[in-house]
């Protein structure tokens, strides 16, 4: 398996609506413990076919206004001076740095002679990239991000290797933003090359020769970078040591400058894989013979209704993932030169459980099945014979990391589990043994808690998988602080995973819930469609009735329930604590997408639609949108759980406005006296790359708040 970028799709236009009026300066009372900064309102309505809907705080959605700014620092002052008194909080934050500082390290990464992999001491703001020469090599630095920015909010990643070993193209992405920059280092010397390409979104290098491909687009406007809809993603064949100017267009679809288009380069040099999306389900498939002139391209699969990814090219044939006829996919055999559906020869048919994932490697073909949320993982020959299954270390946890080029002996995996951190493997691939590669040292005792999987019933009668987690002998009183964590969307499985962070909650006597929801990838295509477009309210009714079910089975009741989510999580929380507020004590909607009717006029929002669907396309799709927006369900005069809205001023996936709006909103509506506050971090973006101490400092503020609403003291 040639190392390539594969990009993730998962994943707004600014609108003026007038001049903007003068910031009052009176606060509103919500009750005795805060008083919030006056949102001031705009008359602001909008028809969709034939009905009228407010944005009365529109005006929130142009975030570089100076009134905005002005906002965003009245709403922190309001947040951090409540989070900074609450008791616990800096006990919370010491306990929480001392189960952080351990040493991580991530799998290694061959290249020729060299080794890399990635390194944090314990609480360095991002972790350090090394080069060792063998496994036995001295580890030298390769790569320090945090030597690049004095608060640790510029991320570097490795993005593959030159095909002769000399050169490793790196990304860089600087406080959050999806935006990219692609650099080339000499891996000999670990120097730049100069080589420097701008305004890369959602790709990375797939080399070929003395160059590598990429995907781009055009340069925004001043003032617009994080706000303003990205359209017209084209692809670049970039030369090293020529100008960026001079990179060669290799790909656009002029006709249709929404769909978003990443590559691939087969193991064997022999061809270019091309995948072009309307959004963020389904995408077409293309590929050209790298030893012909030009740059037309075949279609392989075509079409936005299924997906299929070329996984390798071997004795002139493709080996192909696909859920074409197959909603819990399999993989076949397809030559390139009759790729007729009926010519396919199947290798790994559909079966029983999720594939999650095939991959190549040593000579070997490996299959990655989610087995309720778990992993299996199997062995087998290339044509799919010889099957064995790969010994994990438990029959409940993730595993990942299953792939290497195809002379490679060895690999190496990661498996983790709710109580089981990170551990590294070194993998025989011709034995089969797993020998522990690293093993992290962690200061807790996961033998004290223990984890479970139940199935409960949501509203429409489907069974639906939740993990449970908590100390050995917990008593079923009902009165255990508990987290439901969610996410039901864009085909994404919630698989188990340790955090450190949870160990918080754990030692005081909580419970962690994970409900796999539909929306997700858990169970295949149909699992995820049952929670996509007009049937989006399942995913509400497994989530609910996931609260329901901890609280009628004695593990938490309704003041003793927090329910949390980012992203599309984010939307499962904002629509949840709007319809059931009297069911949750606290609500952490992270980055959430909130106004369901606008939400594909910013950035990458119109990727989405696949997922969601648009109140502008039709009265079928405005109403189910209308019906449970988190923005438009919010009622005046409701007691709503305690809430930290979280969001960032670098969130160009999710813009910060939907949050914004929604905090306004919420914050006008609030009848009770909990705290409904918005917590935004400066220099910070949809989640990933964050530096450690800005993460502790969260971590510190989500107990603290959770913990103190809930009336729970540490223990």
Same mark, same amino acid.
């Given at each position: ?276 999306? $309307? *959004?963020?389900? =389904?995408?077409?498939?293309?590929? #050209?013979? @790298? ?5 037309? +391209? %075949? ?99 993730? $595993? *990942?990391?299953? =792939?290497?080029?195809?002379?490679? #002996?060895? @690999? ?5 589990? +709710? %109580? ?100 997700? *990838?858990?169970? =295949? ?191």
């Amino acid at each position: 398996m040639k190392t390539t970028s594969i990009v993730t799709l998962a994943a707004l236009m600014l609108v003026a609506c007038g001049e903007p009026e003068k910031m009052e300066e009176p606060v509103v009372d919500n009750g005795p413990n805060l008083t919030y900064p006056e949102t001031r309102k705009v008359d602001q309505t909008d028809d969709y076919f034939g009905t009228a809907v407010t944005d009365e705080y529109r005006w929130l959605e142009n975030d570089t206004a100076p009134d905005v700014e002005q906002w965003v620092k009245d709403q922190n002052k309001v947040t951090f001076d409540y989070l900074h008194q609450l008791a616990g909080r800096d006990k919370i934050k010491a306990r929480y740095s001392e189960l952080f500082d351990y040493e991580k390290v991530s799998s290694p990464y061959k290249v020729g002679d060299n080794y890399f992999f990635y390194k944090n001491s314990g609480l360095q703001n991002q972790s350090v990239i090394y080069k060792q020469r063998g496994l036995d090599g001295e580890p030298e630095v390769f790569i320090d991000p945090n030597a690049l920015s004095a608060d640790g909010t510029i991320t570097v990643d490795l993005a593959g290797a030159s095909d002769d070993d000399k050169y490793m193209a790196i990304t860089q992405h600087e406080a959050g933003s999806d935006w990219t920059q692609i650099r080339v280092m000499n891996i000999e010397t670990g120097k730049e090359t100069g080589d420097t390409l701008r305004w890369v979104k959602f790709g990375g290098a797939a080399w070929h020769n003395d160059g590598f491909f990429y995907s781009r687009y055009p340069k925004p406007a001043a003032g617009q970078e994080f706000s303003a809809t990205n359209e017209d993603h084209q692809v670049y064949y970039h030369k090293l040591g020529d100008p960026q100017s001079k990179d060669q267009l290799i790909y656009r679809n002029a006709e249709n400058l929404n769909l978003y288009h990443w590559c691939s380069v087969t193991e064997d040099n022999a061809y270019l894989i091309l995948y072009a999306a $309307a *959004g963020t389900d =389904g995408y077409e498939c293309y590929f #050209k013979d @790298l030893s012909k002139p030009g740059w037309e +391209f %075949t279609p392989l699969f075509t079409g936005f209704s299924n997906k299929s990814s070329v996984l390798h090219h071997q004795d002139g044939r493709f080996l192909v993932q696909t859920d074409i006829d197959a909603p819990k996919y399999r993989v076949v055999s397809i030559d390139p030169k009759n790729t007729a559906k009926d010519a396919w020869i199947e290798v790994i048919p559909q079966k029983e459980h999720l594939l999650e994932g095939a991959s190549t490697g040593g000579g070997k073909l490996f299959a990655t099945y989610l087995e309720n949320a778990s992993n299996r993982v199997y062995k087998m020959n290339m044509d799919g014979s010889g099957v064995e299954e790969v010994k994990l270390p438990d029959n409940t946890g993730s $595993a *990942g990391g299953f =792939g290497a080029k195809m002379e490679d #002996k060895t @690999l190496y995996y990661t498996f983790t589990s +709710f %109580t089981y951190p990170s551990t590294i493997y070194m993998y025989d691939i011709e034995s089969g043994e797993s020998t522990v590669f690293n093993r992290p040292n962690v200061k807790f005792k996961p033998e004290d808690y223990e984890s479970k999987q139940v199935f409960y019933k949501s509203k429409d009668g489907t069974e639906v998988p939740m993990f449970i987690v908590h100390k050995k002998g917990l008593e079923l009183d009902g009165n255990n602080p508990t987290l439901l964590y969610g996410y039901g969307g864009f085909n994404v499985s919630l698989t188990p995973y340790f955090s450190t962070s949870n160990i918080i909650l754990l030692e005081n006597g909580g419970v962690y819930a994970v409900a796999n929801l539909r929306g997700g *990838g858990e169970f =295949g295509e149909d699992w995820h469609k049952g929670g996509m477009l007009a049937d989006k309210q399942n995913v509400f009714d497994d989530f609910i009735a996931a609260a329901e079910t901890l609280i009628n089975k004695g593990y938490t009741s309704s003041d003793k329930l927090a329910i949390a989510g980012g992203s599309n999580g984010g939307l499962l929380v904002g629509a949840c604590m709007a319809q059931r507020p009297e069911l949750f004590k606290v609500a952490f909607p992270a980055v959430g997408v909130m106004d369901m009717l606008r939400y594909h006029r910013f950035t990458v929002g119109g990727a989405w639609i696949p997922e969601f669907g648009c109140a502008d396309s039709s009265k079928v799709q405005f109403d189910y949108l209308h019906a449970y927006s988190p923005l438009h369900n919010l009622k005046e005069g409701v007691d709503y759980p305690a809430t930290m809205v979280t969001t960032a001023d670098h969130d160009d996936r999710v813009v910060p406005a939907h949050s914004f709006k929604f905090a306004a909103r919420l914050q006008a509506c609030h009848s009770g006296s909990d705290p409904v506050i918005i917590r935004i971090q400066e220099k910070a973006g949809h989640g990933a790359g964050k530096p450690t101490a800005v993460t502790i400092e969260e971590q510190a503020d989500k107990w603290a708040f959770m913990f103190n609403n809930m009336g729970v003291e540490l223990k």
